[in-house]
């Protein structure tokens, strides 16, 4: 299957920082990449859909201010948690798709704010 | 996107086949089955995808009822690596899911 790759697989911050993570699609062009959060034994939980070029769209209850995408190329997408708090603390993961076809996931960043 | 029902979980005999069910009766013609499955801290691997034949890959096998409301994932000899929370998804452009089935591969 096609290659996504994230980075910081994990990271730790402090309070009132931003944290900025970034899912890299290597061997295809992603027209489309999803952010999802997952907390401890619950399933993923998407967050926003992002296409190249555009503006994302975030699920109901998921603050846009907070968690900002930038779709900026077909192969890289970024995820900025701003001003996280102890409660932002989760697994991120992103995935990437081509046109109307499968979603291949990174490898997850795990989150830590102190 | 359809929401799907799954057992919570399964057990399974190593060298055994699994097979995994999936509800997903408000599924809509342009909507395919996905099956991902996630091993403990990691991202969600993806298996196979089908829309209304029947598929296999060198993973799985997918069968697909003719009506399409239910779809059943087959691991046809289940090694302990297998061990893994499996997620059936009903997509159109986007992928929400479910809360999947917890396969546990026994010796």
Request: net charge neutral.
């Amino acid at each position: 299957g096609a290659v996504v790759s994230q980075h910081p697989s994990w990271v730790i911050c402090k309070s009132g920082t931003s944290v900025k993570i970034e899912c890299r699609s290597l061997d295809f062009q992603a027209t489309t990449m999803f952010w999802y959060r997952q907390f401890p034994k619950q399933s993923l939980m998407l967050m926003a859909t992002s296409n190249e070029g555009s503006k994302a769209t975030y699920e109901q209850g998921v603050e846009k201010d907070k968690f900002l995408i930038n779709h900026a190329s077909l192969t890289l997408s970024t995820l900025t948690v701003t001003s996280a708090h102890p409660e932002d603390s989760s697994f991120y993961i992103c995935s990437a798709s081509r046109q109307g076809r499968e979603a291949f996931f990174g490898q997850g960043t795990r989150l830590t704010v102190v | 996107d359809a929401k799907t029902t799954q057992p919570t979980s399964m057990d399974c005999a190593e060298g055994r086949a699994a097979n995994l069910p999936c509800n997903h009766s408000t599924i809509s013609g342009n909507e395919y089955v996905y099956w991902y499955r996630q091993i403990h801290s990691q991202g969600p691997q993806y298996i196979i995808h089908g829309l209304k034949n029947n598929e296999t890959n060198e993973m799985a096998s997918l069968i697909i009822t003719e009506d399409r409301k239910s779809s059943t994932l087959i691991l046809p000899h289940a090694t302990l690596r297998d061990t893994a929370v499996y997620y059936c998804i009903a997509a159109g452009n986007q992928f929400y899911f479910g809360t999947g089935t917890s396969l546990t591969v026994i010796p």
